[in-house]
């Protein structure tokens, strides 16, 4: 391994990062792990598991609609992905619910 190698542009860099967002996450740590995410993203806008990862973190924490512009950013980048557009499709659907819950609460 050469000195000089720029470790933001290391794709084991992102890898780790990645890494230690899932960590997070499984510790609980959502909002720690939300940082390792867009750090991902930050490096690698089109790493398709760091947008699909901050969706699911997104539901763990009730944010269905931030939930769904997460999955559909990983379905542009991965479109037939069956996983994907079910996480979606209920992301969605929960985010339907909780509207639909706010405007019997207006009204």
């Not at 290391?10 to 792990?33: C, P, Q, T, Y």
């Not at 390792?36 to 009730?62: M, T, W």
């Not at 559909?72 to 659907?93: F, H, N, T, V, Y």
Request: hydrophobic share 40%; net charge neutral.
């Amino acid at each position: 391994m050469s000195g000089n190698r720029n470790v933001e542009n290391d794709e084991s860099h992102v890898g780790a990062l990645f890494n230690i967002g899932l960590a997070m996450e499984s510790l609980g740590r959502l909002s720690e792990a939300d940082s390792f995410y867009k750090a991902v993203l930050r490096e690698d806008p089109d790493h398709v598991l760091a947008h699909r990862q901050l969706g699911v973190s997104a539901v763990k924490k009730g944010l269905y609609e931030k939930a769904t512009i997460y999955f559909q950013a990983a379905l542009r980048l991965r479109p037939g992905d069956p996983a994907l557009k079910e996480a979606l499709s209920k992301a969605s659907e929960q985010w339907g619910t909780v509207q639909k819950k706010l405007d019997h609460k207006v009204h």
